[in-house]
């Protein structure tokens, strides 16, 4: 595969119908002065989206809850293994990098909490292995 996972064929159609809606949202669409979503975001989303199906792990074809966010980008939430879950950023342009919130129970209880920026698609894969990895 090369390095820009450009297909993404093999979304479900309810996912790139709601991406698609998303396109319609106009100012103000939350009531708070919300942005509308912008193509870059969704391209961004499409590609993530795709990433995460294409994961070994991933059998089930597990996708996030997708939501539009206030400033014209989208939020991505996976809550694939009991505990564990990862949010994902993506803002309106094309320049800014995503940005990731992942947690996972420890062995004693608690949860372990990192965050962090994806720069690359390499940082992208190894979240969603660790997501979906019922070992980790």
């Given amino acids: 595969k090369d390095d820009t996972y450009n297909d993404t064929k093999g979304l479900p159609k309810a996912?790139?119908?709601r991406?698609?809606?998303f396109l319609t949202l106009e100012n103000d669409w939350d009531?708070?002065?919300g942005f509308p979503i912008s193509p870059a975001a969704i391209e961004k989303t499409k590609i993530v989206l795709q990433k995460s199906l294409?994961?070994?792990n991933n059998k089930e074809g597990v996708l996030p809850f997708i939501s539009p966010s206030p400033e014209g980008g989208i939020g991505l939430e996976w809550y694939p293994i009991l505990g564990k879950e990862l949010?994902?950023?993506i803002s309106?342009?094309?320049n800014t990098p995503l940005t990731f919130l992942f947690d996972k129970p420890t062995s004693t209880g608690g949860i372990l909490e990192s965050e962090g920026t994806i720069r690359?698609?390499?940082t992208l894969d190894d979240l969603l292995n660790y997501l979906f990895d019922k070992n980790y």
Wanted: proline share 10%.
């Fill in 15 to 17: 996912i790139l119908d």
């Fill in 19 to 21: 991406l698609d809606h």
């Fill in 31 to 33: 009531g708070a002065g």
């Fill in 54 to 56: 294409d994961i070994p």
């Fill in 87 to 89: 949010m994902i950023s």
């Fill in 92 to 94: 309106p342009d094309d």
């Fill in 120 to 122: 690359d698609s390499h």
